[in-house]
């Protein structure tokens, strides 16, 4: 049981490029969520999914898509990367609405 | 919107002392609490959880967590700080009401040093 995996650990992007940032849990979960965090500003929400086929925007989901087309993966896209993009990137799954968030070790990302 | 409010960016203790980190929430529904803390280079980990009973919670690591609904707040408090113990704690709200339900939202984070 390998929990939430994300990958890659690290990247680093110039502005403009496009990238996925992937993300896979194995328990089952029904809800994922990708967050940022940035210093000082905690973790931010920027897309969720309650289920396959399912999402929805969080609190800062400019410049990113998702997509759901399987419960185990939700992979975040960056369309067009800018620096302000820069920031550490964490997904996390749950098994239910208030269930406990299980978040995987994060992407570390640097837009020049 | 909800909103999560830690007062305290850092705060400073001796190994063996004890602890407070402050955490005060807004919003009308009912919460759902929780604290997570965050090794350095890690991704973040569940120490305690409020949902409802009992407010005064216990989790892993010697920590507890009172909720206290007049004060909107949630502290986190440990009796004796261990030096392993340094590391950023958030503590996160959802809401069973409301277009925010189950949304997790997340405070500004404590960054906790400890000094031998």
């Known amino acids: 049981n390998a929990g939430v995996t994300q990958t890659p650990k690290f990247q680093v992007l110039k502005t403009g490029q496009s990238m996925t940032l992937q993300c896979a849990q194995d328990?089952?979960?029904?809800?994922m969520s990708w967050y940022r965090q940035d210093p000082g500003m905690g973790l931010r929400l920027i897309h969720y999914s309650v289920g396959a086929g399912i999402t929805d925007q969080g609190e800062v989901p400019n410049g990113y898509n998702v997509s759901r087309s399987t419960t185990e993966d939700f992979p975040l896209r960056l369309l067009s990367a800018a620096p302000s993009q820069t920031s550490v990137y964490f997904c996390a799954s749950r098994g239910s609405s208030f269930g406990t968030q299980y978040f995987g070790p994060g992407t570390r990302l640097l837009v020049l | 919107a909800q909103s999560v409010t830690q007062p305290d960016i850092h705060i400073t203790v001796s190994e063996g002392a004890s602890l407070e980190l402050r955490c005060n929430y807004s919003y009308g529904a009912t919460p759902y609490l929780f604290w997570y803390v965050q090794s350095p280079g890690q991704g973040l980990q569940l120490l305690l959880k409020y949902f409802s009973g009992d407010t005064l919670v216990q989790g892993i690591k010697g920590f507890e967590a009172e909720f206290k609904r007049s004060q909107s707040s949630f502290n986190l408090r440990k009796p004796s700080v261990h030096w392993s113990d340094a590391a950023e704690y958030f503590c996160a709200v959802a809401f069973a009401g409301g277009t925010s339900y189950g949304k997790l939202t997340f405070g500004q984070g404590t960054i906790l040093t400890v000094h031998p």
């Open positions: 328990m089952n979960h029904e809800y």
